[in-house]
């Protein structure tokens, strides 16, 4: 006879079975570990007791370890002293990841705790054409938050504070030529301001009070405001652009700047601290 099981019973199976599903890949972690360590030598070049001392891992673990990589095409072996190093195939690896996808996987935790702090939602964007694509969001746990399921969202550049915050302090070729494919849009929505000035006078203004500003400007939901600051790369390029937005219907609107950018600017300096150190 089959014996009941209560539901307590088949919760705690099925954590169980869930954590048991996850286990930690141990081979897996501990090539990563090799890798991370040819990367940390001079020219990603070591001799396999090297790596063994650093990474603290047995010396026969790491030869084996790099004899898989060597066999995968990940590292390559010197015939004069025995050393392993890193090819060409790693750094394809790493230019796939963008400037911009960098920054987001960075930034997810500044965001958070930036919206933690304010209580407000916050958004990550970065350029796609002629609009900004948020990337990263805290719009789903904010206790304020009036917009769920932002991720992957375009918004257009002239009526949102992170696209007049990215126009505004990009190089003057850059923001030219999104200005051309902006007026390449056929929808004219695209175009609109949603602000009696042109966008040049936006920019204009953006650039001299240091950052994007959005006030019941959003078609979606004209109640909102937003604040937005660039995130620049090292060689001053604007590579994403983070937000605070409000609701204007319970904050105030002059009290915008003093209160929350602050914050803000806290935030998009953490992320370019860690821009500049990697």
């Known amino acids: 006879m089959l014996k009941a099981v209560s539901a307590p019973s088949l919760a705690r199976i099925d954590a169980e079975e869930h954590r048991a599903a996850y286990k930690q890949v141990l081979g897996l972690s501990r090539g990563l570990s090799v890798l991370q360590a040819l990367v940390d030598c001079p020219n990603g070049q070591a001799t396999p007791a090297t790596v063994a001392r650093m990474t603290g891992l047995h010396r026969t673990t790491v030869r084996r370890l790099m004899e898989t990589l060597r066999a995968e095409g990940f590292v390559r072996r010197s015939d004069s002293d025995g050393s392993f190093m890193l090819t060409i195939r790693i750094r394809r690896m790493g230019e796939s990841l963008t400037d911009q996808e960098w920054v987001t996987s960075i930034a997810a935790p500044i965001l958070h705790d930036l919206s933690a702090r304010v209580v407000w939602p916050c958004d990550l964007a970065i350029p796609d054409g002629d609009a900004m694509l948020i990337r990263d969001s805290t719009h789903h746990f904010s206790p304020l938050s009036f917009h769920r399921g932002m991720i992957g969202s375009r918004l257009p550049m002239f009526r949102t504070a992170m696209g007049r915050a990215y126009l505004a302090f990009s190089r003057q070729e850059v923001c030219d030529a999104v200005l051309r494919v902006v007026a390449e849009n056929p929808d004219p929505a695209a175009s609109s301001t949603g602000s ?16 994007g500003l959005n006030i019941r400007e959003w078609k979606p939901d004209e109640r909102t405001a937003a604040l937005a600051l660039p995130i620049m790369s090292e060689e001053g390029n604007v590579v994403a652009c983070v937000n605070i937005i409000v609701n204007t219907v319970a904050f105030r609107i002059d009290r915008l700047e003093a209160e929350l950018l602050p914050p803000l600017r806290e935030a998009a300096d953490a992320v370019q601290r860690l821009i500049k150190s990697r």
């Open 196 to 211: 009696p000035l042109g966008i040049q006078a936006i920019l204009a203004q953006t650039r001299e009070q240091g950052y």
